[in-house]
């Protein structure tokens, strides 16, 4: 699937970080390249609320990481991002309840 959610992005990276040890150490990354057009999102998930849980609390803890993202993009971008239509399209992706998602990140 490609959309285009707006001239203020030509590229989104989002990547979870999950390693407990390893990510003890790392900072989250939150970069918004505007003159690129670029955004680099590296968020933590709660590895042992992501060990503890199924495959359904998995993939929300998941979907959450990705709409946190999504939505502190939208805010550094502004107008030129259509951060809305993108979450909208992750929470069909994903076949996730709308309200329990949306109103968790």
């Given amino acids: 699937m490609s959309r285009d959610y707006g001239p203020a992005l030509k590229k989104i ?6 390693r407990s040890e390893w990510a003890a ?20 998930i709660d590895f042992d609320a992501f060990m503890a849980g199924d495959s359904r609390d998995r ?4 979907v959450q990481n990705i709409l946190t993202a999504v939505s502190d993009l939208a805010r550094k971008a502004g107008k030129q991002f ?4 993108l979450k909208r399209d992750i ?8 309200d329990s998602v949306l109103n968790e990140s």
């Avoid at 259509?82 to 239509?85: A, N, P, T, V």
């Fill in 82 to 85: 259509r951060g809305s239509e």
């Fill in 13 to 18: 990276a989002i990547i979870p970080i999950l």
């Fill in 59 to 62: 993939e929300l803890l998941l």
């Fill in 25 to 44: 150490n790392r900072t989250e990354r939150k970069l918004f390249q505007r003159k690129l057009c670029e955004t680099d999102y590296r968020l933590k």
């Fill in 91 to 98: 929470i069909s992706l994903f076949d996730s309840p709308a």
